[in-house]
């Protein structure tokens, strides 16, 4: 695998996003087509746009597991500083055109409100082959807790994309606020499942002749 290099996008997160939505004209879609069209320099943002369709209750088959697995692997690329691989049964998956770009451009409607508020700020948080690895190790994780099968749950999606959205523009656009925000989200998913298992674990144990 090459090397890649993660450069700080010159443009707002939503006109980048949205050309690329704007650009899809097939009945259907891959993760390989979006990942062509995003580019070596867009993989952070590709993260960022992966998460969007969660941030809605929106029914697309078989995206939490495919944009789930894309960000994982993706993010394992940023965290060694290569471009990705992925796994052709994720790669080629197709997805309806129609259903994903409807819940992508209602993702990108909400970044065009917060654009103004992304600009490099605790740079400390962003720069560095270490915070480069601690913050693709979380952009890792984040996709681990978006692909697991608790998608009829309320917010089980939701939480995790918006950490993952969080994470990887705040990467991108070198602000170290967005990152700590993502951070804080990831923390709020991880206690918001470990409930989840608390309460299961406990309607569970009279079963169990607890």
């Given at each position: 695998?090459?090397?890649?290099?993660?450069?700080?996008?010159?443009?707002?997160?939503?006109?980048?996003?949205?050309?690329?939505?704007?650009?899809?004209?097939?009945?259907?879609?891959?993760?390989?087509?979006?990942?062509?069209?995003?580019?070596?320099?867009?993989?952070?943002?590709?993260?960022?746009?992966?998460?969007?369709?969660?941030?809605?209750?929106?029914?697309?088959?078989?995206?939490?597991?495919?944009?789930?697995?894309?960000?994982?692997?993706?993010?394992?690329?940023?965290?060694?500083?290569?471009?990705?691989?992925?796994?052709?049964?994720?790669?080629?998956?197709?997805?309806?055109?129609?259903?994903?770009?409807?819940?992508?451009?209602?993702?990108?409607?909400?970044?065009?409100?917060?654009?103004?508020?992304?600009?490099?700020?605790?740079?400390?948080?962003t720069d560095g082959a270490l915070v480069n690895r601690v913050?693709?190790?979380?952009?890792?994780?984040?996709?681990?807790?978006?692909?697991?099968?608790?998608?009829?749950?309320?917010?089980?999606?939701?939480?995790?994309?918006?950490?993952?959205?969080?994470?990887?523009?705040?990467?991108?656009?070198?602000?170290?606020?967005?990152?700590?925000?993502?951070?804080?989200?990831?923390?709020?998913?991880?206690?918001?499942?470990?409930?989840?298992?608390?309460?299961?674990?406990?309607?569970?144990?009279?079963?169990?002749?607890?």
């Open positions: 695998m090459s090397r890649a290099s993660f450069e700080d996008s010159r443009l707002p997160v939503s006109a980048v996003l949205e050309r690329i939505v704007d650009e899809i004209d097939s009945e259907y879609i891959t993760l390989r087509d979006l990942m062509n069209r995003m580019g070596e320099q867009g993989l952070l943002l590709l993260c960022g746009l992966l998460s969007l369709p969660f941030m809605f209750p929106v029914s697309i088959p078989g995206v939490s597991t495919v944009f789930g697995a894309g960000i994982i692997l993706i993010a394992y690329a940023i965290t060694i500083n290569r471009m990705p691989w992925v796994p052709n049964f994720v790669a080629d998956r197709r997805l309806d055109t129609q259903k994903l770009t409807a819940a992508l451009q209602r993702g990108i409607g909400v970044l065009r409100r917060v654009d103004n508020f992304l600009k490099p700020r605790l740079q400390m948080l913050n693709g190790l979380a952009l890792m994780l984040c996709g681990l807790l978006l692909i697991m099968p608790l998608g009829l749950i309320p917010f089980s999606n939701t939480l995790p994309a918006v950490a993952i959205l969080m994470l990887s523009c705040g990467i991108s656009q070198r602000d170290g606020i967005l990152i700590i925000l993502g951070y804080v989200a990831m923390a709020a998913t991880i206690l918001y499942f470990a409930a989840l298992a608390s309460l299961a674990y406990a309607a569970g144990k009279p079963l169990l002749g607890g």
